[in-house]
């Protein structure tokens, strides 16, 4: 393995390079100009990242509504799946038919799934003389809704996997020592887990900060660019104002540092609690 590990490693190592790494650098030099090719570029130092805060950016305000998005969602997602894991690992009739349904909605493409959200919500709007763009709060917890709908069974699988892995004898131990179903499910059957809430919370977290495509389709950041988060954000600064592709390229770098710098707080935090648990 050791003598051919290098032959093995090569695609992969040279695909990183030229999908990743070199457009990654590219981008990151491109944030430090001002262009509208990449021929024409011309250094202007910091001034894309000093714009991108400014007022007329909208950025903060999309930061501040991607956190908030984040957080609900992260939460509300990982609940709702973990209790639906735990119902469905029940010896129930057609547990494997409520699985199947409940993971359906994952395999839909996002722009068209915001798409059909758009027509339900609003179909339900227009009975109360309004829209989804009325207010940036019905925006908000559409958006909520959406990913919650498209995103729980995808988790659903991920901790029902996680479930039937637990050790029954530990649990049965616990029942033995006089714990209660919820003192076993909280001290015993939680702790084992905590591998599956990694990565349930590492996708949901990161599916959440870059979406994109369903942002795109549900609201288009109506009203008044309110509920624009982050990548939608980035789209309408470098496609959408002449002269701000910089801009929209130093977003995408702030983006990316902000994403992967949470991502690896969080993967830390709960891959501590795997070892101690």
Same mark, same amino acid.
């Given at each position: 393995?050791?003598?051919? =590990?290098? #032959?093995?490693?090569? !695609?992969?190592?040279?695909?990183?390079?030229?999908?990743?790494?070199? !457009?990654?650098?590219?981008?990151?030099?491109?944030?430090?100009?001002?262009?509208?090719?990449?021929? &024409? *570029?011309?250094?202007?130092?910091?001034? &894309?990242?000093?714009? =991108?805060?400014?007022?007329?950016?909208?950025?903060?305000? =999309?930061?501040?509504?991607?956190?908030?998005?984040?957080?609900?969602?992260?939460?509300?997602?990982?609940?709702?799946?973990?209790?639906?894991?735990? #119902?469905?690992?029940?010896?129930?009739?057609?547990?494997?038919?409520?699985?199947?349904?409940?993971?359906? !909605?994952?395999?839909?493409?996002?722009?068209?799934?915001?798409y059909i959200w758009n027509v339900i919500i609003n179909g339900i709007l227009s009975y109360f003389g309004v829209d989804i763009t009325f207010s940036a709060s019905y925006g908000f917890w559409g958006l909520v809704v959406l990913m919650n709908w498209q995103m729980i069974g995808y988790?659903?699988?991920?901790?029902?996997a996680g479930l039937q892995s637990v050790d029954r004898g530990l649990i049965e131990a616990a029942h033995i020592d006089g714990a209660n179903s919820r003192q076993a499910l909280f001290r015993v059957t939680v702790p084992s887990l905590m591998p599956s809430v990694t990565i349930c919370?590492?996708?949901?977290? +990161? &599916?959440?900060?870059?979406?994109?495509?369903?942002?795109?389709?549900? +609201?288009?950041?109506?009203?008044?660019?309110?509920?624009?988060?982050?990548?939608?954000?980035?789209?309408? +600064?470098?496609?959408?104002?002449?002269?701000?592709?910089?801009?929209?390229?130093?977003?995408?770098?702030?983006?990316? #540092?902000?994403?992967?710098?949470? *991502?690896?707080?969080?993967?830390?935090?709960?891959?501590?609690?795997?070892?101690? =648990?």
């Open positions: 393995m050791k003598k051919y =590990a290098p #032959v093995f490693l090569l !695609p992969l190592t040279l695909a990183f390079i030229v999908f990743f790494a070199v !457009p990654f650098l590219g981008g990151l030099y491109l944030s430090f100009t001002e262009f509208t090719t990449v021929e &024409n *570029a011309h250094f202007v130092g910091i001034s &894309n990242y000093l714009k =991108a805060f400014g007022a007329d950016s909208g950025f903060l305000n =999309a930061l501040w509504f991607t956190v908030r998005f984040t957080l609900v969602s992260v939460i509300s997602v990982n609940l709702i799946a973990f209790a639906l894991a735990i #119902v469905l690992t029940k010896a129930l009739k057609g547990v494997n038919f409520f699985r199947t349904v409940f993971f359906l !909605p994952n395999l839909i493409g996002g722009i068209v799934l915001g988790m659903m699988i991920i901790y029902i919370t590492f996708l949901t977290l +990161t &599916n959440s900060f870059k979406l994109f495509d369903q942002n795109l389709a549900l +609201t288009g950041g109506a009203p008044g660019k309110q509920t624009s988060m982050l990548a939608l954000d980035i789209y309408d +600064t470098f496609y959408g104002r002449i002269g701000w592709q910089g801009v929209g390229q130093a977003k995408a770098v702030m983006f990316f #540092v902000i994403v992967a710098f949470i *991502a690896l707080v969080q993967l830390m935090l709960t891959r501590s609690k795997e070892v101690e =648990a």
